[in-house]
């Protein structure tokens, strides 16, 4: 029972241009979300979070979008470079039994930013 | 220099064996998490805690032990009943619910 899906194994894009990387999930009781980025043998690092109080949240070049009736979120990048190419995690965390401290991650999307 | 450490960076075992996995912070984080990483399949929780002396079950527990002695630490044994032992294995911690967590560089582990 995967709890958070990420539909799209992969996405390539070119630099310069908006990379729209997709998210759902299927526990409601899900109330803080999280997007990582991660390279080959290393740990992923943390890229932004937004909690389910918000519809938005901005970071610099990146943006997370939540929309809750849909229980889908979105990462946008913008403008897109050849360094964000990386595999991207969306994470979940809320009650998804047992406790509220559970963090259940997607399947990952890899992303590749072409010169 | 505070940050989540784990060792080694590369373990290899012979089949049958338990070997233990060393997960260490020191950024005051009460709860800790341990991820399985196969090709495909993202990250798989297998243990996580909340707190010194109490820990859950994640998705994928079967064949894995852990403790939680000490806030700092959070090893995690893989057992001779886990039958696919082989896989990156990653610590991560984190201060409450609603902040992100930190990960270690991750352990290779490969049982021969």
């Known amino acids: 029972d995967q709890q958070v899906k990420q539909n799209s194994p992969s996405l390539s894009v070119q630099e310069g241009r908006i990379s729209i990387l997709n998210c759902d999930y299927t526990?409601?009781?899900?109330?803080?979300f999280l997007w990582y980025k991660k390279y080959p043998a290393e740990g992923p690092t943390f890229l932004i979070s937004i909690s389910s109080i918000k519809d938005k949240n901005e970071d610099g070049r990146f943006t997370v979008f939540l929309n809750k009736s849909a229980k889908h979120l979105s990462l946008h990048i913008v403008p897109s470079q050849p360094g964000d190419s990386a595999v991207y995690f969306c994470a979940a965390s809320g009650w998804g039994g047992g406790s509220n401290y559970k963090l259940t991650f997607g399947k990952g999307t890899l992303l590749t930013v072409n010169p | 220099d505070g940050g989540i450490t784990q060792s080694p960076k590369y373990l290899f075992r012979k089949e049958g064996q338990n070997v233990t996995l060393s997960c260490e912070q020191n950024?005051?984080?009460?709860?800790m998490y341990w991820y399985r990483q196969d090709p495909g399949q993202g990250l798989r929780l297998i243990y996580y805690s909340q707190i010194v002396n109490d820990f859950q079950k994640g998705d994928i527990a079967e064949g894995y032990s852990v403790s939680r002695e000490k806030k700092e630490s959070f090893p995690l044994t893989v057992t001779s009943a886990q039958k696919n032992p082989t896989a990156f294995y990653l610590c991560?911690?984190?201060?409450?619910?609603?902040?992100?967590?930190?990960f270690g560089q991750g352990t290779r582990l490969t049982v021969v």
């Open positions: 950024l005051n984080h009460d709860a």
């Open positions: 526990n409601s009781m899900f109330d803080y």
């Open positions: 991560a911690s984190r201060l409450t619910r609603d902040t992100e967590a930190f």
